[in-house]
């Protein structure tokens, strides 16, 4: 159980356009998902909060308007880099929060690997 | 502020060596949360251990094993006669209580294991 998809797992776009990313907890409700980003050869920096029917809380230094995330259903999170540009280019991690017996467990998601050409 | 720390960049051994891979931790958190994850090549990452707080029990999985010290603010990992397969980037994160549990990674060890 606790499983969590992404899709697609690649995508190529040219720069200007848009490109969504989804995350999906199979099979378990997460009323929270993270999202992540991962330059080559860099640690995850986390970039947004994204929680059910609200939205999202972006860390310091990420454009709310550029990375668009809903979180329209309790098993469902999407990521939207709008405008790309190939600086844009990295491996986009998502996770989802379940919770067992008062713990939260983070479970991560296959990853994205975008490349903005 | 909270802040993991893998002060090794990269370390290559050879096969059936021990290694640890050292993580240092800053939170002003009485309750938190100390994660390692590997990241092969294909990028997804693999869950290793989770240890709260207030757990200082060394732990051992295998070939595997933890060494949580709260006095020096450290969670190091040891590979026990290592096998190429398990080279691969290596994380070491914390997530505190107050802040949602979001995750705070250190910068990752590369491990090099050759045959």
């Known amino acids: 159980g606790a499983v969590v998809s992404q899709h697609p797992s690649r995508v190529i776009c040219k720069s200007g356009t848009s490109v969504k990313i989804e995350c999906r907890s199979l099979?378990?409700?997460?009323?929270?998902m993270f999202w992540y980003r991962q330059f080559p050869k860099q640690s995850l920096m986390l970039m947004a909060t994204?929680?059910?029917?609200?939205?999202?809380?972006?860390e310091q230094g990420v454009e709310k308007d550029k990375f668009l995330i809903n979180h329209a259903s309790l098993t469902l999170s999407t990521l939207t880099v709008t405008s790309a540009h190939p600086e844009d280019s990295s491996f986009y991690i998502c996770?989802?929060?379940?919770?067992?017996?008062?713990?939260?467990?983070?479970?991560f998601g296959p990853g994205t690997r975008l490349t903005v050409t | 502020a909270q802040k993991v720390t893998q002060a090794q960049t990269e370390i290559s051994v050879v096969e059936k060596e021990d290694v640890t891979l050292d993580c240092v931790y800053e939170?002003?958190?009485?309750?938190?949360?100390l994660f390692w994850y590997k990241q092969p090549p294909s990028g997804e990452l693999v869950f290793l251990i989770r240890?709260?707080?207030?757990?200082?029990q060394n732990e051992i999985s295998g070939r595997y094993s933890w060494n949580f010290q709260k006095s020096t603010s450290s969670f190091n990992f040891t590979i026990t006669a290592s096998q190429v397969v398990d080279s691969a980037v290596y994380f070491c994160?914390?997530?505190?209580?107050?802040?949602?549990?979001?995750?705070?990674f250190g910068a990752g060890t590369i491990l090099r294991v050759k045959s």
């Open positions: 996770s989802a929060n379940l919770e067992r017996q008062g713990v939260y467990e983070q479970y």
């Open positions: 099979d378990f409700q997460a009323t929270t």
């Open positions: 994204s929680n059910e029917g609200s939205k999202a809380t972006y």
């Open positions: 939170t002003r958190d009485t309750t938190y949360y």
């Open positions: 240890r709260n707080s207030f757990d200082e």
């Open positions: 994160a914390l997530s505190e209580w107050e802040y949602g549990n979001k995750l705070v």
